[in-house]
C-alpha cells in the first residue's frame, strides 16, 4: 500500500479489511488518544509517546503497541513483532472480523494509556555497538567516497545500515540490499528517514 497522509486515506486505499479497520478506529476514537498517521499508518498517541498502531495487511489487520511488552496481556493476544529486532513492541493480530472484541481492545488501549501517562517505557539501547557486516565494509572500500560518508554518519543511522545487511539470510539478499543503500550512504540519507 502506497503511503498516506490521514487515517481516511489509509482506511480507503486499504486492499484488505477496510471494514475491520473502520471497527477498530472507531474503538481507538473512543479513547484520550490522538489520531495521527506516521510511518504511513494510523498511529495513535498520548501527549506525543506513541501508544499504538493500526495496520492491515494480507492475512491480518492489527494493533501495535509500542510498550506492548508492558503490558499485562491477560488473553494471551500480543506477539513479538520481531524476535531480536524490537524490545518493547507487540502486535495483536486479527485474522477474522469475530477477533475484533471491543470491550478486551478498549481495556489493553486503557492500560497503554496508564503505562503512558506513568512514563513506563522500554528505551531503546543506544549503547550498543555497531557491528559493520563484511560485505558491507567491502561494498563501502570499492565505491568511491563511501567509507567517509557512512563514518560521517550518527551512530543510530550506522547501526541501521549495519543491521538490515546483517538481517538478510541469503548472500544474494545481502549484496541486493547492498546496492540498494550505498547510494543512500553516498547521500547522506537514512534508511529509514523517509518514514520519520
Not at 484488505?16 to 499508518?41: A, C, F, M, P, Y
Not at 501527549?47 to 494471551?76: E, I, M, P, R, T
Not at 520481531?82 to 489493553?108: C, H
Not at 546496492?179 to 523517509?194: E, Q, R, S
Amino acid at each position: 500500500m502506497e503511503r498516506t497522509k490521514s487515517v481516511d486515506d489509509y482506511i480507503a486505499k486499504a486492499s484488505h479489511w477496510q471494514n475491520e479497520l473502520r471497527v477498530l478506529r472507531e474503538i481507538l476514537r473512543t479513547t484520550e488518544l490522538d489520531e495521527g498517521v506516521k510511518w504511513g499508518s494510523p498511529c495513535y498517541t498520548y501527549d506525543g509517546k506513541n501508544v499504538v498502531g493500526l495496520a492491515s495487511f494480507k492475512s491480518y489487520v492489527g494493533l501495535w503497541f509500542h510498550q506492548g511488552v508492558l503490558l499485562q496481556d491477560k488473553n494471551s493476544v500480543l506477539i513479538t513483532a520481531g524476535d531480536g529486532t524490537t524490545k518493547a513492541l507487540r502486535q495483536w493480530r486479527m485474522t477474522f472480523a469475530g477477533d475484533i472484541k471491543p470491550s478486551v481492545i478498549k481495556r489493553y488501549v486503557e492500560e497503554a494509556i496508564k503505562l503512558a501517562k506513568e512514563g513506563k517505557a522500554i528505551k531503546p539501547d543506544r549503547a550498543r555497538p555497531v557491528v559493520i557486516p563484511p560485505e558491507l565494509k567491502r561494498a563501502l572500500r570499492r565505491e568511491k567516497g563511501a567509507t567517509a560518508a557512512f563514518s560521517n554518519m550518527r551512530l543510530g543511522l550506522r547501526r541501521e545500515f549495519s543491521d538490515y545487511i546483517a538481517d538478510a539470510k541469503r548472500t544474494e539478499t545481502k549484496l541486493s540490499r547492498i546496492a540498494k543503500i550505498l547510494p543512500m550512504i553516498i547521500a547522506g540519507v537514512g534508511l529509514n528517514d523517509k518514514y520519520r
